[in-house]
């Protein structure tokens, strides 16, 4: 059975890309070809190299909101960052609070001067808190008015252009991060995969920070994932689903749209139109009933985004291209270069 030690490899700090590129498609793409073992250094643009007629490429449409909220504590001013993780219901966000002692329930936090203003109803899993809002208008022109990108902490530079942490393609608000193997797409090279013959299915998982949050038991069957809300439709299942039945490759765009698929496909690798919550958590030993190549972007050290990669391909064989990718200077995580697994 692996270890969390059995993830692990060494990065140098200043790998990790702290800007997105001028153009997206201009990142590096690593590609493994499993048949074979071996890997080639690319452009990402090139990827439509690897895509053929009949092929299916599946992409993730969430889009992130500004979840992040910086302010003051009513009666003592006090700062206070929020940042939303879950909509419960109209009003009512599941919140990760800090400093979290001053929020209690009951405390008053107000933001923008008071444009919206939000209680802590109650103290929920791991210490988050439940804070229902009050505010005149419509919430989400609110929140885009007054709130931040949620950038992941390794991420230390002001991003200037919101946009450049949402895909192309980004229609579903809901997400807390980015599904950040579709930056790289251009609507140009989108286009041009299509007009090779290449279906395009979207799905949408709404990214929770469960996702990225770090793997503290050294028995990984023991690590308790977060659950995700995921939703596929009529026309993206029966694309899927044709393309199967056709012989064409399903190409995944990042781990979001695997776990997505992974958690809606059945045993004989056929989806079905549907709406939920998924805690899937994918490591090696685990079957894939329906996604045949990913693209995805480089990971944390003992991360479970890690571990699904490796559990596509051999997990001995992923830590020795991470080893060339530092060699070689890859730019590693959210704004990095790209994977591509044949």
């Known amino acids: 059975m692996y270890k969390l030690s059995d993830f692990y490899y060494d990065l140098p700090e200043e790998l990790i890309a702290q800007d997105p590129l001028l153009n997206r498609s201009d990142s590096r793409l690593m590609v493994l070809n499993r048949a ?13 190299e690897y895509l053929n007629e009949g092929d299916c490429l599946v992409i993730n449409d969430t889009k992130v909101i500004p979840a992040r909220l910086i302010g003051e504590k009513e009666g003592t001013g006090a700062s206070i960052e929020v940042l939303l993780l879950k909509r419960k219901d109209d009003k009512v966000w599941e919140t990760l609070v800090k400093p979290g002692k001053k929020a209690r329930p009951g405390a008053r936090i107000s933001f923008g001067g008071g444009k919206l203003v939000g209680e802590v109803i109650d103290i929920v899993d791991e210490g988050n808190r439940l804070i229902r809002f009050e505010y005149d208008g419509i919430f989400e022109e609110i929140l885009d008015e007054l709130g931040q990108m949620p950038l992941p902490p390794y991420i230390t530079h002001r991003l200037e252009e919101k946009d450049r942490y949402q895909t192309v393609y980004a229609v579903h608000s809901g997400s807390a991060a980015a599904p950040t193997a ?13 007009k090779k013959g290449v279906s395009i299915a979207k799905v949408t998982l709404h990214v929770g920070l469960g996702t990225f949050r770090p793997v503290k038991v050294d028995n990984i069957l023991e690590h308790h994932m977060h659950s995700e809300f995921y939703m596929i439709d009529d026309e993206a299942a029966e694309i899927i689903n044709k393309t199967k039945e056709n012989g064409g490759k399903v190409i995944s765009v990042g781990t979001t749209s695997t776990r997505t698929l992974e958690t809606v496909a059945d045993a004989n690798g056929r989806v079905k139109p549907c709406s939920g919550w998924t805690d899937i958590f994918i490591y090696p030993g685990y ?7 990913l693209i995805t972007n480089f990971h944390l050290p ?6 699904l990669v ?8 992923v830590l020795d291209a991470y080893k060339v990718a530092v060699e070689e200077k890859y730019r590693f995580f959210s704004f990095g270069d790209a994977m591509l697994i044949l």
């Open 36 to 48: 074979t073992n071996e890997i080639s250094h690319r452009t990402f643009k090139d990827v439509i």
């Open 182 to 194: 579709g930056l790289h797409f251009t609507k140009e090279l989108l286009e041009e995969v299509k």
């Open 287 to 293: 079957k894939f009933k329906i996604v045949d190549r």
């Open 302 to 307: 003992e991360s479970t985004l890690l571990m």
């Open 310 to 317: 490796s559990a596509l391909y051999d997990r001995d064989r």
